[in-house]
């Protein structure tokens, strides 16, 4: 009878313990996937403590924050803090995507529209001729947004523009941006399913935006973005009072404040860490046009191989958090961009959290996007 009775009590034990392990599983699953206060800020810590242990690294800032602010993380090193300058580079691109999004709205635009539309002839003639056929007056402007043009890119290419990088700082017009391009060979014909990063795109939708609206680009951003967000310490820089930052090539402090005024739309902004945030925030929360139009504009196309894991949509980066990229520790996307002297900004909706950061180094263009990735694997 006792053998019976303790058969029965286990019986009845066993389907018990399996429920309430199932119930830690599934409210351990909740906060893991949900996000929350549970977020570990020191493994931030650590991962920005070896990030910024290189000796090449002479300065740096991370902040982190969820949408709701409860969870508020900043990082520095090197005497930054959130609300120093930081020369945004690239990151610039989604000051510009925003503007358009704005145009499509008031229909003062169409993503489908030929930029021949906009941009004289003399400069877009001979811009992009792929084996013999021109293709300049095809462009669209979905084709400039999703970097599927086939344009090449002078950034990485051209030696002018080498030249004013690593040895003597000039200002560059966007005439010589164009003319550097044309002496470049296309990548592919426009809207041939791929997709090609070339900062010439986004040099042709600033001027796009100008014509469109007849404003200097800096009064654009100021209209649609800075100034209905409060972004009081974010500008382009169009004369020589307006501060350009300091960066490094490795161990070698550098200024280039012509240059990088003269890349304007593709990347020639100046913020703060504090201010990326609020335009983080902004961007993906729908704050300053409607959200609902990031549905339309989230087909990614994979990049040249040089970008790889990065892909690209409707003006942002795509970076897939699933699988090898991650070792399988991440799951999700990171969204946003990053840029060439170290800078990034970052959604990560798989636990909601936003990242803005800075390197102030041009000596390894690909640091930020890793340092990203690495955050989005220590949030669990």
């Given at each position: 009878m006792k053998v019976k009775r303790s058969v029965k009590k286990m019986l009845l034990i066993i389907p018990i313990a399996l429920l309430c392990i199932i119930i830690i599983a599934w409210a351990s699953a909740y906060i893991y996937f949900k996000g929350g206060n549970n977020i570990n800020a020191q493994a931030f810590q650590k991962r920005f403590?070896?990030?910024?242990?290189?000796?090449?690294?002479?300065?740096?800032?991370?902040?982190?924050?969820?949408?709701?602010?409860?969870?508020?993380?900043?990082?520095?090193?090197?005497?930054?803090?959130?609300?120093?300058?930081?020369?945004?580079?690239?990151?610039?691109?989604?000051?510009?995507?925003?503007?358009?999004?704005k145009l499509v709205e008031e229909n003062r635009l169409s993503l489908a529209d030929k930029i021949s539309l906009y941009i004289d002839n003399d400069i877009l003639s001979g811009l992009h001729v792929y084996k013999g056929v021109e293709y300049s007056f095809d462009i669209t402007v979905s084709d400039l947004l999703y970097q599927t043009s086939g344009l090449p890119d002078?950034?990485?290419?051209?030696?002018?523009?080498?030249?004013?990088?690593?040895?003597?700082?000039?200002?560059?017009?966007?005439?010589?941006?164009?003319?550097?391009?044309?002496?470049?060979?296309?990548?592919?014909?426009?809207?041939?399913?791929?997709?090609?990063?070339?900062?010439?795109?986004?040099?042709?939708?600033?001027?796009?935006?100008?014509?469109?609206?007849?404003?200097?680009?800096?009064?654009?951003?100021k209209q649609y973005i800075f100034e209905p967000l409060g972004m009081i310490n974010t500008y382009l820089p169009v004369n020589e009072d307006d501060f350009v930052p300091h960066l490094y090539n490795a161990s070698e402090r550098i200024e280039r404040p012509l240059l990088i005024a003269s890349f304007r739309a593709s990347g020639g902004c100046i913020s703060t860490a504090r201010d990326m945030m609020v335009f983080n925030k902004a961007f993906w929360n729908g704050e300053i046009f409607d959200k609902a139009i990031l549905e339309t504009l989230s087909g990614y196309n994979k990049l040249q191989f040089e970008m790889t894991p990065i892909t690209y949509g409707g003006g942002y980066m795509?970076?897939?958090?699933?699988?090898?990229?991650?070792?399988?520790?991440?799951?999700?996307?990171?969204?946003?961009?990053?840029?060439?002297?170290?800078?990034?900004?970052?959604?990560?909706?798989?636990?909601?959290?936003?990242?803005?950061?800075?390197?102030?180094?041009?000596?390894?263009?690909?640091?930020?996007?890793?340092?990203?990735?690495?955050?989005?694997?220590?949030?669990?």
């Amino acid at each position: 009878m006792k053998v019976k009775r303790s058969v029965k009590k286990m019986l009845l034990i066993i389907p018990i313990a399996l429920l309430c392990i199932i119930i830690i599983a599934w409210a351990s699953a909740y906060i893991y996937f949900k996000g929350g206060n549970n977020i570990n800020a020191q493994a931030f810590q650590k991962r920005f403590d070896v990030a910024t242990a290189p000796m090449n690294i002479h300065e740096s800032v991370l902040f982190i924050e969820n949408s709701t602010g409860d969870f508020s993380e900043i990082y520095t090193y090197g005497g930054r803090s959130i609300d120093s300058p930081m020369v945004v580079a690239s990151v610039t691109k989604m000051f510009t995507t925003t503007c358009i999004i704005k145009l499509v709205e008031e229909n003062r635009l169409s993503l489908a529209d030929k930029i021949s539309l906009y941009i004289d002839n003399d400069i877009l003639s001979g811009l992009h001729v792929y084996k013999g056929v021109e293709y300049s007056f095809d462009i669209t402007v979905s084709d400039l947004l999703y970097q599927t043009s086939g344009l090449p890119d002078y950034f990485t290419n051209s030696e002018l523009v080498k030249n004013a990088i690593y040895n003597q700082d000039v200002y560059l017009t966007f005439e010589q941006y164009t003319e550097e391009t044309k002496k470049l060979s296309p990548r592919f014909a426009p809207n041939s399913g791929k997709a090609y990063y070339a900062d010439i795109n986004f040099d042709i939708l600033g001027v796009i935006l100008e014509n469109v609206m007849s404003l200097p680009l800096d009064e654009i951003y100021k209209q649609y973005i800075f100034e209905p967000l409060g972004m009081i310490n974010t500008y382009l820089p169009v004369n020589e009072d307006d501060f350009v930052p300091h960066l490094y090539n490795a161990s070698e402090r550098i200024e280039r404040p012509l240059l990088i005024a003269s890349f304007r739309a593709s990347g020639g902004c100046i913020s703060t860490a504090r201010d990326m945030m609020v335009f983080n925030k902004a961007f993906w929360n729908g704050e300053i046009f409607d959200k609902a139009i990031l549905e339309t504009l989230s087909g990614y196309n994979k990049l040249q191989f040089e970008m790889t894991p990065i892909t690209y949509g409707g003006g942002y980066m795509g970076i897939s958090l699933n699988g090898i990229n991650t070792f399988f520790l991440a799951k999700g996307n990171l969204m946003g961009h990053s840029g060439s002297t170290g800078s990034l900004l970052f959604y990560y909706p798989e636990r909601d959290l936003f990242f803005i950061g800075d390197f102030a180094q041009i000596e390894n263009p690909g640091l930020s996007v890793r340092f990203a990735i690495m955050l989005a694997m220590v949030t669990k």
